[in-house]
């Protein structure tokens, strides 16, 4: 151990003084360099460590700013996808009103509308795009819970089994619901009455009918064009149109001045594949008297048919597309279809080829078509038809009575595709209730028999005693005249009744004959030699009334002084027809009458059920945690505002907007949205309030703290300044005393 140094008691005293100097001027040292009067816990226990408790709390809640700044940003994110949101609900808007304006049923309207609801569809889809891509952080405050309801693949499935129908979808989905879907009608096609009369009126044509059945193969739902050309005095030429299939018939004007010299009628008459038929009569002299254009134009004639295509919900409540309503007022039509639900909207994609197969409906028969579609007033059925059938009527006439132009009985016969029944036999005293049969089908009819002289086709010969005679006999004896062989089946279509021959004999060189008949028809022959040495025969031309151009012939076989006959023949023009239309002329004859039989057929129902397809999450809430402890939060519901059931309730355009009420049903929907959009809004901007508030406090909470913390560690530069400058002088004050203390030792060694 080293010996201790023995210090006088005042360089001692000095020592002690200066080191304590050093030592607090090296603590005032690091107060200067850390600004902290508290360093350690060796500084100031107490003091050190409530410092720390308030800087770790400020330092927490620095923390949580940062969180609450990021939650900040994505409602700043969500409010400014809402307020694109409502500028694209307003251009949706502003597609419903220019709908409204366009509210026509002609071709340009309806484009416009389906082409205005396309648009409609395309800014909804853009709606839902822009909520989907307004996240933040991995927080969407747009999309909702994320729940969703959708109808199960099976029930698609089994809707899309029924026959004409694919496509089955919902949307806008409200709650979980069941629609029964099923097909019904029988197909019967016709016009509608307001498009028939204009275009009676406007094309000068009469008795405008569209009848028939829809095919199961090659139906529509196609309107029916009437073009008719041909001004005045000139040939009529119509072209009558169904979707992209035409028909064009030509009436002349010789066919027309033949018809009318007879008192018959024009008739057209054209069937399609789709099932249609479409006759209407044509009457020259009233197509020209339509004013300004003389018949010159189109008429289109809306087609109706009776298909019906039904949804159901659970609770009863049903909606129909019906091919019999007009358009825009619920019309079924090709491609999809909407049923608009409180609890969704079920779609299905109607095929118009395809959809009467999965109909269900009962057996009928069609109203008559063709040109002598009059002939038949009534038809019922008998017994069950087990397919689809056309059936047509000809009749012939068995007797004709000269007396009064027209047959007694007829022999009429029922065939479908060829094949004849047995012909039965009617008259006037049974031409009600006729049953007529075919294929072991039995069928009751009232013929009008005015009409069925217009299917006969053959005409029976008439008898002689079918014909009278007159003869009236000058300047020879009557019975030197014998005509009791006259040929009653050479007469011009079988309506002459009665002939009158004069022989006027005065000089027997030099006779005049003449022969009338009671149809104005006359022949006059002069200079006629009938002493045996004129001519065997004269040939005879029949002048004026219904026989003109029939020719006779009358021949001498001897003088008719000898009392020999005088036999009468005649050639006639062929078989009876109603109207013997030129047959170069596409115009068709009235010759045919024919009906459709729809058999009864039966059809499933489906059901398209919906329920939920995905589970809400609330993995899109946004938690804010407002202080350290986490006792004081905030939760921000995520806003759905989605076009869908579960958000705005917006449903894509309906059936095109072909109907008023789809449109009207689009606007009451997109001023919810608005109201919805609006709430949403409101909800997300008073949590950015909130939270807003909260980082402002929580910023000034902090200064606080640590203000708080400062006061207790922080150190006062000024005092700590002057602290050195003392500690200094007084450290060079102890090295002086320290110095003058030593000077006494140092005096002893002056004395060596």
Do not use: C
Request: no cysteine.
């Amino acid at each position: 151990m080293a010996d201790s140094i023995a210090l006088s008691s005042g360089i001692r005293s000095n020592l002690l003084l200066l080191q304590q100097t050093s030592t607090q001027l090296q603590n005032t040292q690091l107060k200067l360099a850390t600004g902290n009067k508290i360093n350690s816990a060796l500084d100031g226990p107490t003091s050190f460590f409530s410092a720390q408790s308030l800087n770790q709390r400020a330092g927490d809640l620095d923390g949580l700013k940062d969180g609450i700044g990021q939650a900040i940003s994505t409602l700043k994110a969500a409010d400014s996808g809402i307020t694109q949101i409502t500028n694209l609900i307003e251009q949706a808007q502003g597609l419903t009103t220019q709908a409204l304006s366009s509210l026509g049923n002609d071709a340009g309207s309806v484009a416009t509308r389906n082409s205005l609801a396309d648009q409609y569809n395309t800014l909804l889809r853009n709606i839902d795009s822009l909520a989907q891509d307004s996240g933040y952080a991995g927080k969407n405050l747009l999309v909702g819970s994320g729940l969703r309801l959708d109808a199960t693949a099976s029930s698609k499935a089994n809707v899309n089994a029924l026959a004409g129908i694919s496509g089955a979808s919902v949307s806008n989905v409200t709650k979980a619901d069941q629609y029964t879907i099923e097909v019904t009608g029988d197909g019967a096609i016709s016009g509608s009455t307001k498009d028939i009369a204009d275009a009676e009126e406007l094309r000068g044509i009469s008795n405008l009918n569209i009848s028939g059945f829809d095919s199961t193969k090659a139906g529509n739902f196609d309107d029916i064009s009437i073009k008719m050309s041909g001004g005045k005095g000139k040939d009529k030429v119509f072209t009558i149109t169904e979707g992209d299939k035409s028909t064009t018939l030509t009436f002349t004007q010789k066919q027309w001045q033949e018809a009318n010299a007879n008192g018959d009628v024009l008739h057209a008459a054209v069937s399609f594949n789709s099932g249609t038929k479409v006759s209407f009569d044509v009457n020259f002299e009233d197509i020209e008297d339509v004013a300004d254009t003389a018949g010159v134009g189109t008429s289109v004639i809306e087609k109706n048919v009776n298909l019906q295509v039904k949804a159901t919900n659970a609770a009863g409540e049903t909606i129909v597309r019906d091919g019999m309503n007009s358009l825009g007022q619920g019309k079924i039509s090709n491609g999809e279809n909407s049923f608009a639900f409180d609890s969704g909207t079920a779609r299905v994609t109607v095929d118009e080829r395809q959809i009467l197969q999965g109909a269900a409906y009962n057996q009928a028969v069609s109203s008559t078509y063709g040109t002598g579609a009059g002939a038949i007033n009534s038809i019922t059925t008998s017994s069950a038809v087990t397919a689809d059938s056309t059936y047509s009527i000809s009749a012939v006439g068995s007797s004709f009575n000269y007396v009064t132009n027209q047959f007694d009985t007829y022999q009429v016969t029922l065939s479908v595709d060829g094949s004849a029944g047995t012909a039965v036999a009617v008259s006037a005293a049974n031409a009600s209730n006729v049953t007529l049969s075919v294929g072991g089908l039995d069928f009751a009819t009232d013929l009008n028999l005015g009409e069925l002289t217009k299917l006969t086709t053959d005409a029976a010969a008439p008898v002689t005693a079918d014909v009278t005679a007159t003869q009236q006999v000058t300047g020879i004896s009557a019975d030197q005249i014998d005509i009791s062989s006259v040929d009653p089946t050479k007469f011009a279509d079988n309506t002459v009744t009665g002939l009158t021959y004069t022989v006027d004999a005065t000089s027997a060189d030099n006779a005049t004959v003449t022969v009338t008949d009671d149809k104005g028809g006359k022949f006059v022959k002069t200079g006629v030699d009938l002493t045996g040495a004129g001519p065997t025969s004269i040939d005879i031309t029949m002048g004026g009334g219904t026989n003109d151009g029939v020719k006779f012939s009358l021949t001498l076989n001897s003088s008719v002084s000898n009392g020999t006959a005088i036999n009468v023949t005649a050639k006639v023009k062929g078989d009876y027809t109603g109207l013997a239309y030129d047959g170069s002329s596409s115009s068709p004859k009235q010759v045919t009458a024919k009906f459709d039989v729809r058999a009864a057929h039966t059809s499933n129902d489906a059901v398209l059920e919906t329920k939920q397809a995905v589970d809400g999450t609330d993995a899109n809430n946004m938690a804010v945690q407002l202080n350290e402890t986490n006792t004081s939060n905030v939760t921000v519901v995520s806003q759905n505002v989605q076009t869908d059931g579960q958000g705005l309730k917006l449903d894509l355009a309906q059936n095109g907007w072909s109907d008023r009420s789809d449109i009207e049903n689009a606007v009451k929907q997109l001023d919810a949205a608005k109201l919805t959009l609006r709430a949403a809004s409101s909800a997300l901007s008073t949590n950015l309030n909130i939270i807003q508030t909260r980082e402002d406090y929580t910023a000034d909470f902090t200064n606080v703290l640590k203000e708080g913390a400062g006061k207790l560690t922080l150190a006062d530069q000024n005092e700590e300044g002057a602290n050195i400058l003392t500690l200094q002088t007084r450290q060079q004050l102890g090295t002086i005393s320290l110095s003058l203390a030593n000077q006494a030792q140092q005096a002893i060694l002056r004395l060596f």
